[in-house]
C-alpha cells in the first residue's frame, strides 16, 4: 500500500510548477502543507505538522524583507522601515500571497477543518505561506528562499501605505522630498485617440531631466506608470 506521502506526489508536483521551485526533498514541501488537524488525524505522529517550519519561516521571511527595505529604500528612517517590513509580514498581507500561488487548494487539513473551509482561513494559509518558505530554505539554502520571497514584494512595497490613495506618484514625491533643491514635475506630451477612447502620454520630470514616461486612458493612470517607471530607473521597487 502507498504512503499517503506517496499518494500526494502528482499533486506535490502540481504546486511545485506554480510556485516555480522544484523540491529536492519533496517530503519539506509535503510537511509545509500539513497541517496540524491533518496531522493528528493521520496519527503522523509528534511534529509532523508544518508548525514548526512555521517558526523557521517566519524569521527567514523577516530578514529576507528587511535586507530588500534596507536596501532599496534608502530614503526611510528606521521607524519607517519597521512599520513597512511590519505591513508585508503580517497575516493579511501573507494570506494575498498565498491566494496568488493557489495554497488552499494545497493544504492538508483533517476533515473537521475541511468542513469549517479551513483551506480559506487567513491565519491557516498564512501560517502555512511561512512553513512554505521555510521548506525552501531547508531544501535549498537563503538565495533559493529569497528568490520565491521576492516575487511577491515589489507590488507591495510600492502599495506600502495605509491609505489606499497613496500611489507611485506619493512614493516618488517621498524619495524626491531628501533633496529640498531638486522638483518633479509631470507635463502631458502626448494624446491619441477617439474621444471615447483616448490615451495619455505624461512624462514626469526631475528639474529639467524626463526620468519616467507613462501612457494610459487617463491623465492620473498615465502619471503612476510615468512615476512607476521613474522609481525603477532609481533602483526603487525592484527586486
Known sequence: MKSDFENMKSRLCEFEEIIGYKFKKQKLLYKALTHSSYA???????????????????????????????????????????RVRASLVCEKTLFEFANQIKLSEFILLGKGEKVSHGNKRP???????????????????????????????????????????????????????????EKVEYRLVGESGPAHDKKFTVRVMLNSNVIGEGTGKSKKIAEQIAAKEALELMGYGKN
Open 123 to 181: 491565519s491557516i494559509l498564512s501560517d502555512a505561506f511561512e512553513a512554505l518558505i521555510a521548506a525552501i530554505y531547508l531544501d535549498g539554502g537563503l538565495e533559493a528562499a529569497k528568490k520565491h520571497i521576492m516575487r511577491f514584494m515589489p507590488y507591495k512595497t510600492i502599495s506600502k501605505k495605509k491609505d489606499s490613495n497613496d500611489n507611485y506618484k506619493t512614493v516618488l514625491q517621498e524619495v524626491i522630498q531628501r533633496n529640498p533643491e
Open 40 to 82: 493528528n488525524e493521520q496519527n503522523m505522529g509528534h511534529n509532523k505538522s508544518n508548525e514548526r517550519l512555521e517558526f523557521l519561516g517566519d524569521s527567514v521571511l523577516s530578514i529576507v524583507v528587511s535586507d530588500y527595505l534596507y536596501r532599496h529604500f534608502k530614503h526611510l528612517p528606521e521607524g519607517e522601515l519597521t
